[in-house]
């Protein structure tokens, strides 16, 4: 027995006279006079059923009776409509059922099965296969369908192999937390989800594969900050006997290829800025180009003119809002100080000057400065009357991140995202280390197997800690609309390099060769010069629909506590389960 | 800077002339005279560069000193070779090097890196990444890519969207053990790795995603048999308002699809079996129909004729293996009788009759059956002179499996399997349930979510022992050349069914909730009829080229162990790591 001879999107015109059998649910029915009308839905789209009373009472009362999400098969004739839908591809006809078959029922749904939803996030999870059933979200599970696949087409047609690696590996104690899995037949050891494949690709270079993809899950025991999710999907992908150039045009062709064969978007050639002036004019190693409103420095136009914030201060910077003088009043003023304070920006003040269309000045720091000096501010800014100068001062790295924050802020409130366009970016020049004074060590800013630059590589064997938090890595970011979609970088190949780096993050010769042991005994087999990188996939699929939730990308996401609240997992399990692993809980304080 | 223009496998007699540069490793190198030959492999080939001592000595001797697996880049120009190499696709051309730079130096290998190594297996393992250089394994890694893009084209093509599933889900008692993987965030409490995707691919068959596949890793914590791995590669796929022949149908062209574009060959139509007659003539669900010797059944030819062992048995049955009356000795029989005694097969002993060309018949059981007795039984299998009847007896199933694995064993030693033919098949119609003596219940032979037959579905009401075990299952394997290479059913779809198979399988209403609530729960809102079936994507691989290992389809296998050998995972962990996991490691009992 077949359950349908066409989906629920598919009959046309043409069709009709044609009988038909329709499978699906029931998205909902209306009864005028005789008639009653039910739209039956499929992933493929709806079709409308046609029941009357007069021609087939028992029926018609049949269908009166269905509710919705109902699953039903119909047979019937297809007939033109007189009532066209035009929003609907089906929507010239109707079929005229003559069968009706109930296949199932459904309880009535916890929240409605529409576009816009009445049920909570909680809700939404624990019933996720009803969520999924709703139409923003298949398209969603569709559209990443097909990226994975087009992803997968134009990397096989550029020469790259996907090549699966392993899942159960060993757990390392640099960079996030593993998720470890005890072992049974070696009871007392553990695997590690990984976090990504970086040493198995960087192994199949020195394989000679030559060219590597992998559309891959990767874990991280993270404290989940929002929309980071414990297990995620990356495109991982790796060449040999390349330099950074052939990496970067490589996925740049890619991503252009993506996003016309997906959205029939054409992007321009992506241009490239370095770290360091990416963070001076964005407050951001990820800036978004959608909008200007770029940070400038004042230090030389603010400094020793007897306001001791900003001559105490190691950095004065600012960004200049345009047309917003007469707009915002004291009260807001007084807001935007309180939200540049909040714990999550850090600022200790703002300094503003709006600047009036009547040549007056309103600046909280009019004491200091006078009119002339402020317009002097302005006019190195490039701005106007009507605008409004936000300063900031403090620490550089910090106060450039808070302008960075408060630029964003600015471009969400102003509108200034154009919300259908999309500015990629390749931040290049990242420095290869990063201090960090609590724990008084060097950590790497990419991951440990990123090389130098080439002109930086002699600056290796220095042990000046400035001289080292210079050096610069052969590492890049692709940044679309201000998101970090991937990062790769030129890896090092030699061991003495790689050995050499270890040393400077802090790792004894003994720990370097217990946990990377094995690659660095590779590069003495004959490893090929190689870089890659690889793309969030979760969030790529997000960015690419301007959206701003991965979940809604994810089939059955887990929420800020790692739980799957359909499933309700994670779970206690037996204590015999345990014994076999030689495990015992400890017991919980409270 | 640009590493190579073209890569070791492109360059032909219409090249000659232009000036190249190559990248790759030393393959070997010959000292012929005056001249210097150097192969250079990369994944596309080998080019053939060459040296001349008396026109550039000092680059020769640089070329000369060159060992094996050296990574180098050579400029040079395309020569025509006088002494050409038809066995290479390069073997037109050579490279006259004009500047040769080492890349990196390379120890010498542990084992060759040719087609045929002199490594061992743990040796290979341990220095995977040499293994993987080898050019046998290298073109079954690019199988495995390209036979992994050309499922997705053809699922694509036909409807099938490709979803993620998670990997961190919840452990559940029935079926293999789970990996499990401790939770930090819900300390105390547990993940458990999928061993397939079973539950929520059916969830978005009830989500209306309609067609769904997946390839997907799983997991199993088992004890290792020969050739298998605890982490294995599925094609996962699942439909909704689907019957049997519809999923078959669509498997069996996707199939065909692989087949005719990895390795040109066009499969004939699958035949279809049922479960019961690859038992009885097979001797195996699992049929290799590379070669006929089926199993016969001699109960009727050979009970109450006084032989007390097949008077006793409750099966008695043989296979008649062709032509090798007059080869096989006395002593050939004897070691025939031994292996079936093995422990592995685990006969209690052999009956045989030789037909000799003369028209003798030297056989075990002439005491007590005539010639013309016997020669009945030949006439039974349509044998003829020359021919060997071997008989065994004793419980049916047992007997059977014995037959199935005599029959194999027959099939190696004759070479009766042609190693260059596939014969799929589709074994259907399998029971539901499987019962276990020693336990004294009855497990799911597929699992838990198998739809009984249509015309069996009644027969879940009954509680008698042997009416249960012969409930027929709407499943289906496809089996080619005697290797299980997928499986399949149509599932439940209904709450109430549902119930009533997890109490057949001994689970309390409790249980079956807490493991399994959120799928009944599922049913409750309109679930559509649906199935699926999935490939042993790894085997699968295997069995396309002729090869018995699976290990050599993977990039990064474990032993028997469950071990990697090239990174030494599984490992101990910090034991800080286990307090955030409150974990305590049982000591060792020795």
Redesign the interface.
Known sequence: ????TH?CGELRRKDVGTTVKL???IQKGRNLGGLTFVDL????GITQLVFNMDTNPTLCEKARALGR???VMAVGKVAERSNKNPDRPTGDIEIEVENLTV?????V?PFTIEDETDGGEELRMK????D??RDPI?KN??F??KL??ET??YL?SVGF???????????T?EGA?D???????????????PQSPQ??KQ??M?????RYFQIV?C?R?E??RADRQ??F?QIDCEMA???R??VLNTFEDLTKHLFKATLDVDLADFPRMDYQEAVEKYGSDKPDLRFDLQIKPLNELVKNKGFVVFDKAEYVGGICVPAQAENWSNKDMKKLTEWVQRPQIGAAGLVYSKFQQDGSIKSTVSKFFTDDAQSEWLNHFGGEKGDVLLILAGKKDKTLKQLGELRLEMGRRLELMDSSEFKPLWVVDFPLLEWDDETERFYAMHHPFTAPTEEDREKMNYTDREVLKNLRANAYDLVINGAEIGGGSIRI??RQLQQQNFKLLGFTDEEAESQFG?LMG????????HGGIAFGFDRLCAVMNHQNSIRDF???P?NN????L?????????KE?L????????P?KD
Request: charged share 30%; hydrophobic share 40%.
């Open positions: 027995m077949s359950y349908r989906h499978a699906g649910w839905r499929d992933r493929y999400e109902f699953v296949l199932n029922k459904s309880a749904p019933y996720r296969y009803l999924l059933r298949q599970m569709l990443r369908s994975a696949l997968r087409k096989d192999a996907e090549i699966e690696t392993p899942f159960l590996i060993k757990s104690p937390r998720f470890v899995v005890p072992s049974r037949m070696n009871a007392g050891e553990f695997y590690a989800l040493t198995f192994l199949l020195v394989s000679g594969l030559d899950k874990f025991d404290d989940l414990p297990e999907t006997f390349v330099d150039e052939e190949h030699d094995f590779a590069f003495e087999y004959g490893a090929p010069p994810i089939a059955f887990k506590m790692g739980r799957d359909m499933i309700d997992a994670p779970a206690p399990v037996d389960q014994n076999e692993l030689r495990l015992k809980l400890i919980k």
